[in-house]
């Protein structure tokens, strides 16, 4: 074979491995991404009361946020299985993806006395992925936001969602009429209307995944028709995904995040 052909089959061969590996690494749902992670020093070991997400107290604990399992790399102090954390918040510091709660920062380390060190560090070079989190005996519920006034403004944040997809519409529909108002999304997991329709009301949940594939879910149950600020909503349903990892509720429970924005788009505030 002469050495042009050879060479054009050899430049050819290497054109089309490299495009199949960019093709693997861009559609891959299960990849580590590379990046760092920082933590708030006045933060308790679940995380702070506050945030931009609408989830307060709660999202410390425990919220339908997305899940990232993390771990941190290239450091004697850090323990190979890493923390699964929820995203309740939206912040910046160091460049980083994630900024952790104390106690989550702490246990990306092996042992009690390495998380002291790892805490000394501040910073950390990390790798994550997302994850799916369960809620056993949990439908997903709507907790009615607090700065909601009754008729005027209504505003409600998801808990308890499980699965690996994300919510990217909701619909308010009068129970009666089935009349619908596509909702605002503000701070990322608000779910936001001026002048909500009256009466009973229904939702229209559209869930999303990576593969582009939608479906809509309808609850069970209706939001009542003198809804208050403050209240919580068992909607009746739960999302359930096939073939995805999935984490038990106790480590959602234990582990809290609040997310930087240097990847806004792996964060629920947007």
């Not at 999202?59 to 299985?81: I, K, P, Q, W």
């Not at 702490?106 to 992925?129: F, K, M, P």
Request: charged share 20%; glycine share 8%.
């Amino acid at each position: 074979m002469a050495p042009t052909l050879q060479l054009l089959l050899l430049l050819s061969a290497t054109l089309l491995f490299t495009q199949t590996v960019y093709a693997e690494a861009a559609t891959c749902t299960d990849c580590f991404i590379h990046s760092r992670a920082a933590y708030y020093p006045s933060s308790d070991e679940n995380g702070t009361d506050t945030g931009r997400c609408g989830y307060g107290s709660f999202g410390a604990t425990l919220n339908g946020g997305d899940v990232s399992a993390v771990r941190c790399r290239s450091n004697d102090f850090c323990s190979d299985n890493g923390v699964t954390v929820v995203i309740t918040d939206h912040g910046s510091s160091h460049n980083t993806d994630f900024i952790l709660s104390r106690g989550a920062f702490g246990r990306l380390a092996q042992t009690a006395a390495s998380a002291a060190s790892l805490l000394a560090l501040g910073v950390v070079d990390i790798e994550y992925r997302r994850v799916s989190c369960t809620y056993p005996n949990k439908n997903i519920t709507i907790k009615i936001d607090e700065n909601s006034d009754y008729p005027y403004y209504l505003g409600f944040v998801i808990w308890y969602q499980q699965g690996r997809r994300d919510i990217t519409a909701v619909q308010l529909c009068e129970a009666k009429n089935h009349a619908c108002k596509l909702l605002d999304r503000s701070n990322g997991a608000v779910w936001t209307t001026n002048s909500p329709p009256s009466g009973p009301l229904s939702l229209r949940m559209l869930f999303s995944d990576e593969d582009g594939d939608e479906r809509w879910v309808v609850p069970v149950n209706n939001i009542p028709h003198d809804w208050k600020a403050g209240q919580t909503h068992d909607t009746g349903v739960q999302h359930i995904q096939r073939a995805l990892k999935s984490v038990s509720e106790e480590i959602c429970k234990r582990d809290s995040l609040l997310s930087g924005e240097t990847n806004p788009s792996l964060s629920v505030c947007k």
